[in-house]
Antibody
Framework: QVHLQESGPGLVKPSQTLSLTCSVSGDSISSGDHYYTWVRQHPGKGLEWLGYISHSGTTFYNPSLKSRITISVDTSKNQFSLRLTSMTAADTAVYFC???????????????WGQGTLVIVSS | EIVLTQSPGTLSLSPGERATLSCSASQRITSSSLAWYQQRPGQAPRLLFYGASGRASGIPDRFRGSGSGADYTLTITSLEPDDFAVYYCQYGWSFGPGTRVDVK
């Protein structure tokens, strides 16, 4: 069973950079079975896909965030990370790490999820 | 950009009843790229279906996914207490706004 756990600050000041890490257990990122993905959810709202990274480091970012977001992977630690610059109150959300699995015939799904971590942007 | 619309916004039903949730895309999409998720309060989303009708691991068969073109449906044939939750469809970068299924 794959387990994901987010870690990082719960409070970030406006204009600062958010750094979150997702630790993966029960599977090796190097196996290439998944794309490693970040999704967020504003309080009481729906889901927003931020971006994902392959085990080899190829990234895909939501165009709405493309200038602010970096996702990286550290296969030696079996972790992947999110960096989001120029944080504002609008970035206050629960941030989830998740894994995107290919099921064949062009089908994908986000099959494993961390519990999520609330990040509040406030001075 | 594909925009997903889900209806109804809220569905109030009793345990044992049938739930029918709709997801409509702003244009025809490939059904292979349509997924459904369930999110219970305070929990992370859970994958229900990939490819519109491919049931994810551990999902009971009272859940059914169907559809093609621009219109997709998630059906829960007989609601159980754990099924009262919010359901999202997803295509590419986009998630729908969700349908809340609550107890009548």
């Amino acid at each position: 069973q794959v387990h994901l756990q987010e870690s990082g600050p719960g409070l970030v000041k406006p204009s600062q950079t958010l750094s979150l890490t997702c630790s993966v257990s029960g599977d090796s990122i190097s196996s290439g079975d998944h794309y490693y993905t970040w999704v967020r959810q504003h309080p009481g709202k729906g889901l927003e896909w931020l971006g994902y990274i392959s085990h080899s480091g190829t990234t895909f970012y939501n165009p709405s965030l493309k200038s602010r977001i970096t996702i990286s992977v550290d296969t030696s630690k079996n972790q992947f990370s999110l960096r989001l610059t120029s944080m504002t109150a609008a970035d206050t959300a629960v941030y989830f790490c998740t894994t995107r699995k290919y099921y064949g015939s062009g089908s994908y799904g986000l099959d494993y999820w961390g519990q999520g971590t609330l990040v509040i942007v406030s001075s | 950009e594909i925009v997903l619309t889900q209806s109804p916004g809220t569905l109030s039903l009793s345990p044992g009843e049938r739930a029918t949730l709709s997801c409509s895309a702003s244009q025809r999409i490939t059904s292979s790229s349509l997924a459904w998720y369930q999110q219970r309060p305070g929990q992370a989303p859970r994958l229900l279906f990939y490819g519109a009708s491919g049931r994810a691991s551990g999902i009971p068969d009272r859940f059914r996914g169907s559809g093609s073109g621009a219109d997709y449906t998630l059906t829960i044939t007989s609601l159980e207490p754990d099924d009262f939750a919010v359901y999202y469809c997803q295509y590419g970068w986009s998630f729908g706004p969700g349908t809340r299924v609550d107890v009548k």
